[in-house]
């Protein structure tokens, strides 16, 4: 007879003896716990909203509830902290590894350490570089620089409509943390598009993806530079930062650059904050990053157990936010992508 504990074991350990299988009991012996499936998750920090949203997302998916003892580790963005972490939990011997890699270079060692121990690393979010391509099962995230490319290519459209000449774009780039694919996708499609637009590209600095650096770059940005009419903001939080030191300059923030306003663009839009932002116009353009990766992974562990490889590369697909509605949608390489006013 298949008891209640047997369905369980198999519905959440496929075949095989794959980790956190339970044995059968004996009549009249003590029930042994449930057996979870272990997922030490080293997640980047908390410097975003965006963050925040898919830590939760994660931590929500790999419950007990679900099946999962989830060892969550806060990187607080340092990358030594992320190694040590998958070093601990290589030696708990967890079933998996899921990283959220800070920056893409330096994760060779490590990775390599996770190989020999045979334990699956899912990489999710950012990215690692091509050097550890072999050292990973596979990764699940945002395309970067097509993000980056609807945001410029939203822009030009927007120029178009409103009759604005691309040699008036004087944009700063507030940048992501440096290292990041979030902020290397995002940096490579603006370069592009001033290249193909000619923009005035006036300057670019970190702002490590938070609101107090965002804050901290644009107001020096405004003392160095009299003529900002743009600024390209690589996630929400800066972009809040960004308003808050344009503001405290009093001057306004908006998508009127022919009359004085700075238009704020940004990325991410997964919190209530940023979309009463684009709202209200005071964030021109959002490309959206989207941070529910929890049932995206657990999808991943799922398969593995039942011996379905997945693809080794999965992108999610993600949405374009503007308040504005003189662009309806943006083509890129022969697709057009759709502005979604909210
Ligand atoms: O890697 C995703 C980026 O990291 C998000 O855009 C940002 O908000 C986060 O910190």
Not at 176 to 201: F, H, I, Q
Request: glycine residues 8%; charged residues 25%; hydrophobic residues 35%.
């Amino acid at each position: 007879m298949i008891t209640v504990l047997t369905v369980f074991s198999i519905i959440f350990t496929g075949c095989g003896n794959a980790p956190g299988n339970s044995a059968v009991n004996k009549p009249g012996e003590a029930v042994p716990e449930k057996s979870l499936i272990t997922v030490g998750f080293s997640q980047v920090g908390a410097e975003s909203d965006w963050r925040n949203i898919n830590t939760e997302s994660m931590k929500q998916t790999f419950s007990p509830e679900n099946g999962y003892d989830l060892i969550y580790d806060d990187g607080q963005q340092k990358q030594q902290n992320q190694i040590t972490a998958i070093r601990t939990f290589i030696q708990k011997e967890v079933d998996y590894i899921v990283l959220a890699p800070v920056i893409e270079d330096g994760w060779n060692t490590v990775l390599t350490e996770a190989r020999d121990a045979d334990i699956p690393v899912i990489l999710v979010d950012r990215m690692v570089n091509d050097e550890a391509r072999d050292l990973f099962t596979c990764w699940v995230g945002s395309d970067f620089e097509l993000e980056g490319r609807k945001v410029c290519e939203w822009l030009n459209e927007y120029c178009k409509a409103n009759h604005i000449n691309p040699s008036n774009i004087n944009i700063v780039n507030i940048k992501g943390t440096e290292g990041a694919s979030a902020e290397l996708g995002r940096t490579k499609s603006l370069r592009a598009a001033v290249n193909e637009y000619g923009w005035n590209l006036l300057d670019e600095r970190s702002g490590d993806f938070t609101q107090a650096k965002g804050r901290e770059v644009m107001s020096r940005f405004l003392r160095q530079y009299d003529n900002i009419n743009v600024v390209y903001c690589e996630n929400d939080n800066e972009a809040f930062g960004a308003i808050e030191a344009i503001e405290a300059e009093g001057k306004t923030v908006g998508s009127d650059i022919r009359h004085g306003e700075i238009m704020v663009l940004a990325f991410d839009g997964s919190s209530d904050q940023a979309v009463e932002a684009v709202r209200k116009g005071q964030i021109s353009c959002i490309g959206e990053c989207n941070p529910l990766h929890g049932p995206r992974v657990e999808k991943i562990i799922k398969n593995l157990r039942n011996g379905i490889t997945p693809d080794k590369y999965e992108y999610v697909d993600e949405d374009i936010f503007s308040a504005d509605d003189s662009v309806r949608n943006v083509k890129i390489d022969g697709e057009a992508y759709p502005v979604t006013v909210p």
